[in-house]
Structure formats: C-alpha cells, structure tokens
C-alpha cells in the first residue's frame, strides 16, 4: 500500500489537484456563460445541448 503514496510526491499530487479543479472550474464557467447567452437569445436549450456535448469532449 506504501508504494502507491510514494509514487507520486506530495507536490505532484497537489498540482495535479489544481490543474482538475482550475480546468473543472473553467468548463463550468463556460457553461454557466452560454447559458446565460442563450437564455438572452431564444436558442437556449439547443445551444446548452451543443456545449454540453463539447465539455464531454474535454
């Protein structure tokens, strides 16, 4: 079991952490502002359908 914390230093681990949290954070972000446009325009369901299956692809 000791092997697996070894592997990785502590700092890879947080970094690593910090890079899912900064990208999971932009992904929403980006979400949450499409919807927000499309709502202004009418094509809000069929715009947040397209960006949903854009940030499956990330």
């Known amino acids: 079991m ?3 914390f070894i592997e ?4 890879e ?3 690593q952490n910090y ?10 972000e980006v979400v ?3 919807f927000i ?9 069929g715009f947040l359908r ?3 299956k854009m940030s499956g692809v990330i």
């Open 2 to 4: 000791k092997a697996l």
């Open 8 to 11: 990785l230093p502590p700092f």
């Open 13 to 15: 681990l947080y970094r």
């Open 19 to 28: 890079l899912a949290i900064q990208i999971e954070a932009k992904v929403k």
């Open 32 to 34: 949450c502002v499409s």
């Open 37 to 45: 446009i499309g709502m202004k325009s009418n094509y809000s369901f």
């Open 50 to 52: 397209y960006m949903t």
